[in-house]
């Protein structure tokens, strides 16, 4: 069983850091290094949407536009833990983060949130003006 909790999430200025953590604390945890990690997040109204994964040993990494240059994901693999490191926050970045781990065999670092199989409850980040 995948068990997502994520921490890190707050309140923060315009230009902030904060730093995400999700670690998989499920009886399946052996399985974390060969899962495809992301991040998603849904803004108040609207979709959700991928904001960045990576592959199974951290070698290859992919993002949104929207955040490209401004956050970095990473994995401890012996921690089962990832990361979403963001710098410079804006206003929009304001929403609800969400750890996903993609079913074992899965390579792609998919954008579309229905092809992840494994989901955290979620950590709200709100940045102010």
């Known amino acids: 069983q995948v068990q997502l909790v994520e921490s890190g999430g707050g309140l923060v200025q315009a230009g902030a850091s904060l730093r995400l953590s999700c670690r998989d604390s499920?009886?399946?945890?052996?399985?974390?290094?060969?899962?495809?990690m992301g991040w998603f997040r849904q803004a108040a109204g609207k979709e959700r949407e991928f904001v960045a994964a990576?592959?199974?040993?951290?070698?290859?990494?992919d993002y949104a536009d929207s955040v490209r240059a401004r956050f970095t994901i990473s994995r401890d693999n012996v921690k089962r833990t990832v990361y979403l490191q963001m710098n410079r926050l804006k206003p929009e970045d304001t929403a609800v983060y969400y750890c996903?781990?993609?079913?074992?065999?899965?390579?792609?670092?998919?954008?579309?949130?229905?092809?992840?199989?494994?989901w955290g409850q979620g950590t709200q980040v709100t940045v102010s003006s």
């Open positions: 990576i592959n199974f040993v951290g070698g290859s990494t």
């Open positions: 996903a781990a993609r079913q074992v065999g899965d390579w792609g670092m998919d954008h579309d949130a229905k092809e992840w199989q494994h």
């Open positions: 499920g009886d399946s945890g052996h399985t974390f290094s060969s899962r495809v």
